[in-house]
């Protein structure tokens, strides 16, 4: 139905940068919001950063300066950039969008599948 995959995961070091991507696909209608949580085992799921389709940006507070979210709406894809990475930001790193398959449909939260984020010496 719908799809939602990540990449760009990885081993970074201390202080490194990585970018994340995510592209939905499927039978999308229309897509309003998109985001990026993080989970670590254990924890709950937390947010990192959303983004409406059109809008402004909204980030955790403690990540606000560090993340930035952006997306390609022709492209359904949805970008976090990660900056000085600290080893406290390693976590599954999830998107998600919310969606409508159809005119006559509930919006519905569709979520990847994951990617990891390992930040280590």
């Known amino acids: 139905q719908v799809q939602l995959v990540e990449s760009g995961g990885g081993l970074v070091q201390p202080g490194g940068s990585l970018r994340l991507s995510c592209t939905a696909s499927?039978?999308?209608?229309?897509?309003?919001?998109m985001g990026w949580y993080r989970q670590v085992p254990g924890k709950e799921r937390e947010l990192v950063a959303t983004?409406?389709?059109?809008?402004?940006?909204n980030y955790t507070d403690s990540l606000k300066g560090r993340f930035t979210i952006s997306r390609d709406n022709a492209k359904n894809t949805v970008y976090l950039q990660m900056n000085s990475l600290e080893p406290e930001d390693t976590a599954v790193y999830y998107c998600?969008?919310?969606?409508?398959?159809?005119?006559?449909?509930?919006?519905?939260?569709?979520w990847g599948q994951g990617t990891q984020v390992t930040v280590s010496s």
């Open positions: 983004l409406p389709s059109g809008g402004m940006p």
């Open positions: 998600n969008a919310n969606v409508r398959t159809g005119w006559h449909t509930p919006w519905y939260v569709y």
């Open positions: 499927g039978n999308i209608f229309t897509i309003n919001a």
